[in-house]
């Protein structure tokens, strides 16, 4: 059994559709690559048969990997967290204590992680140091090139 994740209502849904796109859509496809490629002759110097059955290893992987995260997600009910630290889909805006720069992330599971847009995964270092911090807290966070200082400037929800 896999570790429990805790997701939004619209981050599980998104889980629960890239598993029916993959077991829906990719897993016939590839199937039927596999059985033209099968149709073409002989197996041994056949590179789009050989081709075929690698994407369906690694398909087949990643179904697996989707399942048993689905299996072990949990929507979380946000009514019952302390609104007053930094919980896991809290939105915490923070500041670089070194160059005064200031940041506001969404705290997500990973599979719902994107930097890019705001969403920071719990289980990345920062993610972590900012975990049960409240608004004043300074994170002092080990990160690959040093150790950063980040204060809490609000959290919500």
């Not at 160059?99 to 920062?126: Q, W």
């Amino acid at each position: 059994m896999g570790n429990v994740s805790y997701y939004s209502a619209e981050g599980l849904k998104k889980l629960k559709e890239e598993l029916a796109q993959l077991e829906q859509v990719e897993r016939p496809r590839v199937s039927q690559e596999i059985a033209d490629a099968r149709d073409k002759g002989d197996l041994s110097e056949n590179a789009e048969y050989h081709a075929a059955k690698e994407e369906q290893s690694l398909l087949e992987t990643k179904i697996a990997k989707l399942k048993n995260v689905v299996a072990n997600a949990r929507i979380l009910d946000e009514s019952q967290l302390d609104a007053s630290k930094a919980l896991i889909h809290s939105i915490v805006k923070i500041k670089n204590t070194a160059n005064a720069m200031e940041f506001t992330y969404t705290l997500v599971a990973d599979s719902e992680s994107d930097v890019r847009n705001g969403k920071l995964s719990v289980n990345s270092p920062i993610g972590k140091g900012l975990l049960g911090k409240k608004v004043g807290d300074v994170a002092e966070i080990k990160v690959p090139n040093g150790i950063m200082n980040f204060e809490i400037i609000d959290i919500s929800r």
